[in-house]
């Protein structure tokens, strides 16, 4: 079984300030890792994705995340916010491998909502 | 392409009525999921489908069924809607394991 914990669930800041968002996750088996984010009243999008390589990631939107296999980590960043980046972000994970019943699960956390104030 | 669309947008049903939500891809996509979204619990899946004929349960299937006949349907039947159903419901398809999971704009269902 595999798990997502997103370890703030809200997170404030001001405008051009740098921002982490938290994700840690557990799994038996090698997963892929992904970041959505989703603004008011709209359904989810793709951030950016780690399925194998170089451990950081970059994205859509100036954001970039780093795998860390050793700390199962995948936190989030970005390193001058805007006020269009207020949304919720969810951290997820699906294991690479078919066969069995977690053939094409996506595990979510639970959202980390970031708020941008001016 | 129309991407992963949904109906309806919005559902108000009284406990005890089923009826069914409405997902459909046109991006010829092997994998189509169900997800509900309450908050703080971000999403949990409910069902999903590798393939036109093939499907299996997710982490909150019991209330709802699916099927699928096509690759482009994937719809959610919910058999007799109870108050714990009040979410709201996304769809989503991908081609593959490591592809990226296309959403729908999501059904807001209350039931009273």
């Known amino acids: 079984a595999q798990s997502v914990t997103q370890l703030d669930s809200q997170v404030p800041v001001f405008e051009e300030a740098p921002v982490e968002l938290r994700c840690n996750y557990s799994s038996s088996v090698s997963v892929y890792l992904f970041w959505y984010v989703q603004y008011p009243n709209q359904g989810l999008q793709l951030l950016l994705k780690y399925l194998s390589g170089s451990t950081l990631v970059k994205g859509i939107n100036g954001f970039e995340a780093e795998f860390n296999k050793s700390q199962t980590s995948f936190h989030l960043r970005k390193p001058s916010v805007h006020i269009s980046d207020t949304a919720e972000y969810f951290c997820a994970v699906r294991p690479p491998n078919a066969g069995g019943t977690s053939y094409g699960k996506l595990t979510f956390g639970q959202g980390t909502i970031l708020t941008v104030h001016p | 392409n129309a991407g992963v669309t949904q109906t309806p947008k919005f559902q108000v049903l009284k406990t005890g009525q089923s009826m069914t939500l409405q997902c459909a891809q046109d991006?010829?996509?092997?994998?189509m999921s169900w997800y509900r979204q309450d908050p703080g619990m971000g999403l949990r899946l409910i069902h999903y489908s590798v393939g036109a004929g093939i499907t299996d349960q997710g982490e909150v299937p019991n209330g709802y069924n699916v099927s699928r006949s096509t690759t482009e349907d994937f719809p959610l039947r919910l058999l007799s809607a109870a108050p714990s159903q009040t979410s709201v419901y996304f769809c989503?398809?991908?081609?593959?394991?490591?592809?990226?999971?296309?959403f729908g704009p999501g059904t807001r269902l209350t039931v009273t």
């Open positions: 991006m010829n996509h092997e994998y």
């Open positions: 989503a398809s991908s081609r593959g394991l490591a592809g990226s999971q296309y």
